[in-house]
């Protein structure tokens, strides 16, 4: 209809339509749906649902940035005495606490003149990062027989939160050590702690080498080059000295002389750059 009133009326064509358009709805009193206006109720249903969704939009996001994801932490890798029943840790919480056991023990050994250095897992951090290696729940330190004497003749003053139980020891005692692991750092809050390897000194008999490593035993199952059943760590001495001043998780700390030779014998020629599956190696 509109059409064929405007033929042959170029010029004022758009403005005759929107007149004509008008004309025509007043007339019929028609409103098409979609231009109806809406009613007052209409306008606070949409608001108020507009708003339901918003906040449920709101809350998911929070949710999703905010949800603790807490992480197991198998048994063998705490003392669980002190597991609290509603605890929930997550990765950062765990880098949090084994970060705040090897600072406070690296900076106490250190103003005390007691000779450690990291070992195993913890020296392949300090090697690859300077820091833990992902999904690490625990550290490992090794010693002299001599240094962990006088560990043990110390009474050093670590922070209140950690416990240094040490074997038959008097200022450090212990239910739990054993002579394969005599010397735990633990943290009381979480459990997870720092373990502390002795190496005794012996004599390769073949050429008369220094030697030195802790005694076999299960703890080093996962070492590439380590003889027997269960397995010795057993090394050259000068692997290990002079220690050689490394960086562990933004602290000086102490590293064997030949970590490569050290982290090679423990790990294959590839530890710098093979991914491993700790989860499955540590337990
Ligand atoms: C630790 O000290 C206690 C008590 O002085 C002693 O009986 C024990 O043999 C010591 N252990 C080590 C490994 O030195």
């Avoid at 027997?228 to 001495?237: C, L, Q, V």
Wanted: hydrophobic share 35%; proline share 6%.
């Amino acid at each position: 209809m509109l059409q064929q009133r405007n033929i042959g009326n170029d010029g004022a064509e758009d403005e005759t339509l929107l007149e004509l358009d008008e004309e025509d709805y007043n007339k019929d009193g028609y409103i098409h749906p979609l231009n109806a206006p809406s009613t007052p109720w209409e306008k606070f249903t949409i608001v108020v649902l507009s708003i339901v969704f918003i906040s449920i939009g709101f809350v998911c996001v929070h949710t999703v940035f905010t949800t603790k994801i807490c992480v197991h932490i198998p048994n063998g890798h705490r003392e669980t005495r002190f597991r609290a029943v509603d605890e929930c840790f997550d990765h950062e919480d765990i880098n949090g606490m084994l970060r705040g056991l090897a600072q406070s023990f690296i900076i106490t050994l250190s103003a005390h003149e007691i000779e450690y250095w990291l070992d195993s897992g913890t020296l392949l951090g300090a090697k690859r990062t300077s820091s833990l290696n992902p999904n690490d729940l625990d550290l490992d330190i090794g010693m002299s027989l001599k240094a962990f004497q006088k560990l043990n003749d110390t009474l050093l003053p670590f922070p209140q939160r950690y416990k240094l139980e040490i074997l038959d020891s008097v200022n450090y005692p212990s239910q739990t050590r054993d002579e394969a692991l005599p010397g735990r750092y633990i943290d009381q809050v979480s459990g997870l702690y720092l373990d502390i390897f002795v190496f005794l000194p012996s004599i390769r008999e073949d050429d008369g080498e220094l030697m030195m490593g802790p005694i076999a035993s299960g703890c080093w199952h996962e070492c590439v080059a380590c003889p027997g059943h269960p397995k010795h760590f057993i090394i050259p001495e000068n692997w290990v000295y002079p220690l050689m001043p490394c960086m562990f998780e933004g602290v000086k700390a102490r590293c064997p002389n030949s970590a490569k030779a050290y982290l090679t014998h423990l790990y294959g020629e590839d530890y710098m750059t093979r991914s491993w599956d700790f989860e499955n190696y540590i337990t």
